[in-house]
């Protein structure tokens, strides 16, 4: 079983938006960040958001900010990211992962070693 499964992927144009779930089952939310992480093509995998499952503190990359939403439903253990006016260099495999949130927030949000779950990610497709 997949403790984390990605959603919401397809190709939109240029100011389109897309919303992202993340659901995540076989474990409970204690007090983890969940995160959303993303890689282009030919690039290296960087963070993009993240959100605490307990005070629902987020974070957001500099290159989305403004424009993205991280939100959480734990009833439904799932995590979204609302993507509004989305633009070319926003085209990546988008991942989900998580972690525990204390770690993060001491050894750094993006620090993807610290996460322990990963989704198979979702694809994401801008065209100008």
């Known amino acids: 079983q997949v403790p984390l499964v990605e959603s919401g992927g397809g190709l939109v144009q240029a100011g389109d938006s897309l919303r992202l779930s993340c659901v995540q089952s076989?474990?409970?939310?204690?007090?983890?960040?969940i995160a959303w992480f993303r890689q282009p093509p030919g690039k290296e995998r960087e963070g993009v958001s993240c959100?605490?499952?307990?005070?629902?503190?987020?974070y957001y990359a500099d290159a989305v900010k403004g424009r993205f939403t991280i939100s959480r439903d734990n009833a439904k253990n799932t995590v979204y990211l609302q993507m509004n006016n989305l633009r070319p260099e926003d085209t990546a495999v988008y991942y989900c992962?998580?972690?525990?949130?204390?770690?993060?927030?001491?050894?750094?949000?993006?620090?993807?070693?610290?996460?322990?779950?990963w989704g198979h990610g979702t694809q994401v497709t801008v065209s100008s």
């Open positions: 992962a998580a972690g525990p949130y204390e770690s993060l927030v001491r050894v750094g949000i993006w620090s993807q070693s610290q996460y322990y779950y």
């Open positions: 076989g474990f409970r939310w204690n007090y983890e960040g």
């Open positions: 959100i605490s499952s307990k005070d629902g503190a987020t």
